[in-house]
């Protein structure tokens, strides 16, 4: 294996300090803009906010619905219905805090929301597009490109979201819980050096708490 093998190539994780793509009037634009700080905060696989690009592949069980959204002042949280992980096919609640995530999270889903409900009062899927069809991985991968360089993918969110909390001394217990890992593979996503996480971690402390969202 040593001979013949290749290194791993690994698109860059999506950090804190990230450009975030610009408020917008479009429906479509606060869609992605809500499914990305979603998936990054909620630690979520691309393939549980889109649909596959292939037909063949798509089943409606795996949608989140509308009709499962809970709001509050300070979070919002959704059930996703059926995931790799999901050893009992019940379903986990995502659940997403402004005090972890910061104000920008919580607004972007509100503001999508509201569009969304405006649109589709009767649909019963979340996540819609503008023509009222659920986005699928091309159209959420298109936007992605605009707004990113090319080594920042959809499993980006993932693995930006994973770190970002290490560095924020969150523990691994609940790392491996949010992002509903069953063992500890959740460490692999974690993109910096564990001496560089904990001296992060020591200059938070130091410092005081700030959100750990994407920068506008």
């Known amino acids: 294996m040593r001979l013949y093998s290749k290194p791993v190539k690994r698109q860059r994780a999506l950090a804190p300090e990230s450009r975030r793509p610009p408020g917008s009037a479009l429906h479509d634009d606060q869609l992605f803009l809500a499914e990305l700080l979603t998936g990054f905060h909620g630690l979520l696989r691309l393939g549980e906010l889109v649909w596959p690009d292939n037909p063949n592949l798509r089943t409606s069980r795996k949608l989140s619905l509308r009709t499962s959204v809970e709001l509050s002042p300070s979070s919002f949280s959704f059930l996703l219905h059926s995931h790799k992980s999901d050893r009992f096919f019940d379903g986990d609640r ?64 993932r693995s930006g979201g994973a770190t970002a909390l290490a560095v924020a001394g969150v523990p691994s217990s609940s790392i491996q819980a949010i992002g509903r890992w069953s063992s ?29 969202g994407l920068m506008a």
């Open 94 to 157: 995502v659940l997403v805090d402004r005090d972890l995530s910061g104000a920008s999270s919580l607004q972007a889903f509100n503001t999508y929301l509201s569009s969304r409900d405006a649109k589709f009062p009767f649909h019963p899927q979340l996540w819609l597009r503008d023509n009222g069809s659920v986005p699928t991985r091309r159209w959420f991968i298109s936007r992605l490109r605009h707004f990113f360089p090319a080594d920042i993918s959809g499993h980006s969110m």
């Open 184 to 212: 500890n593979a959740w460490q692999l996503y974690i993109r910096k050096h564990p001496v560089i996480v904990h001296a992060q971690v020591v200059a938070e402390q130091l410092s005081g708490p700030r959100s750990n």
